[in-house]
């Protein structure tokens, strides 16, 4: 099987939309996407055909064509479905079998899956449900529960191509992403890409993730985002003043060391303040 060349009704079971407002996707630069392709996001945030490159991530399946073959990237958008679709099997090796039901498959390319990703070339296409007569049957989404981890899909709310990704982002009230800016605050989880501004941002809130530390961290300590940085500092443990409990707002689990400035592994589990003793 090959990459699309021209739209495709694809066979689908129960689907919504990816974006949790309802809102399109912005199109990368000089690109196409077919109707029917399975649509991925590449770091910038900006949506490209699924293919065989491990930055990207995928999303859903798109709803209609969009050709932005001229344009600059966020011209045009494109509405990107979840849910249960048909895709071409891998014709080598790789090619999925009912005995892969549950595991995760991976794209070849925006029309077709295999079941392994090549030295983790290919992005995770989906969850396979079946195989029969119309193709490998995909659970295409974010929210999956792969490895655990569950992402969330909003638009950008400011440029966070530079400075953003593996740090603690929040809503910002009006459905788009933002950085945490206040200290022990309550996140929305860990922001994986980095988008520009308008384009869509991926959000990890919940799953291992890498996280920026914002000081020396031991691994084990609870972690809380740290104040205007966004980025991780050990939780201070919750304490009585008057009639609130005052402390950080629990953000996850720290899953090895961290030092100011460097990329550290956490446990992303949002979980409110914690009290200074254990009951």
């Known amino acids: ?129 079946g195989v029969d007569d119309n193709g490998v049957l995909v659970e295409v989404g974010l929210d999956q529960g792969q490895n655990g981890a569950c992402d969330y899909a909003y638009l950008a709310g400011a440029d966070l191509s530079t400075t953003g990704q593996y740090l603690f982002v929040k809503l910002n009230g009006s459905s788009a992403v933002v950085l945490a800016d206040t200290a022990g605050e309550a996140a929305l989880g860990v922001l994986q890409n980095a988008p520009a501004s308008g384009a869509l941002a991926i959000v990890r809130r919940r799953g291992r993730s890498i996280v920026v530390a914002g000081g020396t961290i031991a691994d084990g300590s609870l972690l809380a985002t740290a104040v205007t940085t966004a980025r991780a500092k050990a939780a201070v443990a919750g304490t009585v003043s008057g009639s609130n409990v005052v402390g950080s707002y629990v953000m996850g689990y720290a899953l090895g060391d961290g030092t100011s400035g460097s990329n550290m592994l956490m446990d992303v589990h949002p979980s409110g303040v914690v009290a200074t003793t254990a009951a």
Not at 110 to 115: E, G, K, L, M, S
């Open 1 to 129: 099987m090959t990459a699309l060349s021209d739209n495709l009704a694809r066979a689908r079971m129960g689907v919504t939309p990816v974006v949790a407002n309802g809102l399109a996707i912005p199109v990368a630069a000089s690109t196409i996407i077919y109707q029917g392709s399975l649509v991925a996001v590449n770091t910038s945030g900006y949506a490209v055909p699924a293919s065989a490159t491990a930055s990207l991530i995928v999303i859903g399946v798109a709803e209609t064509k969009k050709d932005n073959s001229a344009g600059s990237a966020g011209d045009l958008s494109v509405v990107a479905r979840r849910g249960a679709f048909y895709f071409a099997n891998s014709s080598t090796t790789a090619a999925v079998s009912d005995a892969h039901v549950g595991r995760p498959c991976y794209a070849v390319d925006d029309n077709t899956v295999a079941i392994h990703s090549i030295d983790t070339s290919r992005p995770i296409a989906g969850i396979v449900l």
